[in-house]
């Protein structure tokens, strides 16, 4: 990382160190943040020399984030090389690495559970078991319902619902002792 700043090292550094507690190798975690904070899109060549890795490390990294939707290809008018640059919208890659992570984990796990559900208990262990399962399938689906929810609001309104934090709660707190009449007047 030689022909890094002091300051894009750093960060190519971290994310390398995080990216392995996040399910990705450090090597991606690495190519993914010299993507995002490049100014320009960057070729696999650059990145290999940036980052002094091999090639071919560059080259599996890559299609990793591609399939993982954090890199788009771009190609330069004169110029034959495949070009990536990452979004720069932190809210447009928070939703994509959460609707990734739910196809790749969420999904299938209440896929599962949905037909372990469906089975007959043959014990009154399985039928606990079940049960179990069961709560665990109402919350994911509670969790998948909001999920949508959240996905369909615009940037501003979603940093203003986290901003309240815990006065959410005082908001419900408040509305639930306020008796709505009929015609929707308080």
Do not use: C
Not at 71 to 87: I, N, Q, S
Not at 131 to 137: A, D, I, W
């Amino acid at each position: 990382m030689s022909t890094l700043s002091p300051l894009v090292r750093s960060f190519v550094s971290h994310f390398g160190e995080m990216g392995s507690r996040w399910g990705i190798n450090r090597t991606v975690g690495q190519i993914y943040a010299l993507i995002f904070v490049s100014p320009q899109p960057l070729n696999a060549d650059e990145m290999a020399e940036q980052l002094e890795f091999s090639r071919s490390n560059v080259s599996m990294g890559l299609k990793e984030l591609q399939a993982w939707r954090l890199v788009k290809l771009r190609h330069l008018p004169g110029d034959r090389r495949e070009y990536f640059e990452a979004p720069t919208d932190a809210w447009e890659i928070f939703r994509t690495l959460a609707e990734e992570r739910r196809r790749r984990e969420i999904e299938p796990t209440l896929s599962m559970l949905r037909n372990a559900l469906l089975e007959t208990p043959a014990t009154e262990e399985d039928r606990i078991a079940q049960e179990r399962m069961k709560s665990m399938h109402d919350l994911i689906e509670l969790m998948m319902n909001w999920f949508d929810d959240v996905q369909r609001l615009d940037a501003q309104t979603l940093s203003q619902l986290m901003r309240m934090g815990a006065k959410v709660q005082k908001l419900l707190e408040f509305t639930g002792k306020v008796k709505v009449l009929p015609g929707g007047k308080a």
